[in-house]
């Protein structure tokens, strides 16, 4: 099971999108535990059950894998 804690970089399994968790929180209704995250491209942010992040479908990046993510970021900003 991957221990969530904000400023990590996690990769979703299935899309394989690069997020970075911004904070751990709570629904405030129901107490129940939430992770805030938002894309690599830092423009959209999300909400997920923080158990969503524990069931498999995230896995913590690797340095390694940052790098890629930056690197076809900015190319990607060269076809503007």
Do not use: C
């Not at 099971?1 to 929180?25: C, D, N, P, S, W």
């Not at 923080?50 to 990046?61: H, I, L, N, Q, T």
Request: aromatic share 8%; net charge negative.
């Amino acid at each position: 099971v991957m221990e969530v804690r904000g400023g990590q970089f996690v990769k979703h399994v299935k899309t394989g999108g690069i997020y970075r968790v911004v904070a751990l929180a709570r629904i405030e209704a129901t107490l129940e535990p939430v992770v805030v995250y938002a894309a690599s491209n830092g423009w959209d942010v999300w909400v997920r059950p923080e158990a969503e992040f524990k069931d498999g479908r995230f896995v913590e990046v690797t340095d390694v894998e940052l790098a890629v993510d930056s690197h076809h970021r900015e190319q990607d900003r060269g076809h503007d």
